[in-house]
């Protein structure tokens, strides 16, 4: 009977995001107090610099007295929506979207729950700030706004010494860890350690969008170099100072990592790479993904999110995911991933093998259309693209060649989608579906008001990054943005809130269809193909759910008995940024 109880209380503590109950706020109701505890209970000055705990000028009377803050704080008492409001309209004043993003990384280590509380409820506004494309250009000048560390440094100093790294990290209930080694920082390139922007602005994602836990997550660099001159010379630089470390130097000290965070987080750690250069993404994806809980966001959650809007925009044009012929510029991770959950999406839905469905999606790369007669040259990751063609050097033939009814920009190049190419799809198709998706908005393919123009107002376009709307003839065109997002947070906290072990491609598939289904009538009246971000964590918890039952379905949860009502589950193991009152 005592372990029993015992069970139940573990059980109630991992929920809201997962981790252990350190602070004794999941066991207890929104309106009871609880006790701000560090190593010792904090209190007066260490308190309210504490940025876990500190709530500014929200602490009542009452906990003032209690944790010695008289005198320490101004007289006046205000909640937290006021703080909200200040915050917003503070943040509104700068011009210059970098100091945006350093206000809101300011406000994130000062005041933890009122960094998250801003996030969640402006988040159309403030997610471009802390996120792509603000992040790109605070990664490029890492170095010289860098303030106070956030997230662990692994370099090639502490190879032998990893383990020991991870636990200098004060919070030991980690339960997903964004990692980076910086080589391809969104469409930048080689960034080196100024890399961390990424891990980090995720994991704040995985909060604000996804409820889990802060304590739970951990942003990771691993740092082997860089072949970056311009960075090397930069006396600013926070890195090591060589050349990139490769083959076996490089596997080595990445085997280490994922051993040590295996052996100390345990089996269900999440471990999402991020921003890998492509000949080390698929590598480690494949290496790992048979003995722990890994996800590539460039690969797979990018794939899961352009599936979900393919398979929206069919609303708007008519048919099935077999009855189009999709063409891709990029054939990098991002490219083939997106590519590969399209094959198994119409595999899936007509029953023909994959390698059938394959000969649906065609991809060009630097060299031109990728077909059967350059297959011995083609990195492995290429070749099941390679289908029967004669060989095409440019886009623009490509286009008028194969006849794509959807066009995806995956290159990491600005400004490909050129006029020739965008009106030639508009020739091809009466609503024609274009994705730029390279980030930042310098890389996009082609613009919003290029892709509206050149088609006559007939595009269904979607960019990585944001675009503001079109006008165009007297209408205006709101353009959709194919985020991932959308998918990470609600994919992650499905993996967490059922102790998933291993990710499979179904799971890929379902939250892509589960976020599909969150487009309203509204949404494609307005020619979206993506619902709006404002209702971001219910839409998280939807795809949750859906992760979570095919997990079940597949044998791969550990979280036992399956929860009834996986949406309300879901829900419930959210993260609130609501401040608690202290005892």
Known sequence: MENAAKEVVELKSTVHGGDKDVYGEDTASEDQPVTPWSVSVASGYNLIRDPHHNKGLAFSEKERDAHYMRGLLPPVVISQELQVKKMINAIRQYQVPLQKYIAMMDLQERNQKLFYKLLIEHVEELLPVVYTPTVGEACQKYGSIFQRPQGLFISLKEKGKILEVLRNWPEKNIQVIVVTDGERILGLGDLGCHGMGIPVGKLSLYTALGGVRPSACLPVTIDVGTNNEKLLDDEFYIGLRQKRATGQEYAELLQEFMTAVKQNYGEKVLVQFEDFANHNAFDL??????????????????????????????????????????????????????????????????????????????????????????????????????????????????????????LIGTSGVGRTFTKEVVEAMAANNERPIILALSNPTSQSECTAEEAYTWTQGRAIYCSGSPFPPVEYEGKVYTPGQSNNAYIFPGFGLGLLMSGTIRVHDDMLLAASEALASQVSQEDFDKGLIYPPFTNIREISAHIAAKVAAKSYELGLATRLPQPKDLFQYAESCMYSPNYRSFR
């Open 285 to 406: 994806l494949s290496k790992y993904g048979a003995t722990h809980l890994v996800f590539n966001d460039d690969i797979q959650g990018t794939a899961s999110v352009v599936l979900a809007g393919l398979l929206s925009s069919l609303k708007l044009v008519g048919g099935s995911l077999a009855d189009h012929t999709f063409l891709f510029l990029g054939a990098g991770e991002a490219g083939t991933g997106i590519a590969e959950l399209i094959a198994l999406e119409i595999s899936k839905q007509t029953n023909a093998p994959v390698e059938e469905t394959r000969k649906k999606v065609w991809l060009v790369d630097s060299k031109g259309l990728i077909v059967s007669s350059r297959l011995e040259s083609l990195q492995h990751f290429k070749k099941p693209w390679a289908h029967e063609h004669e060989p095409v050097k440019t886009l623009a033939d490509a286009v008028n060649a194969i006849k794509p009814t959807v």
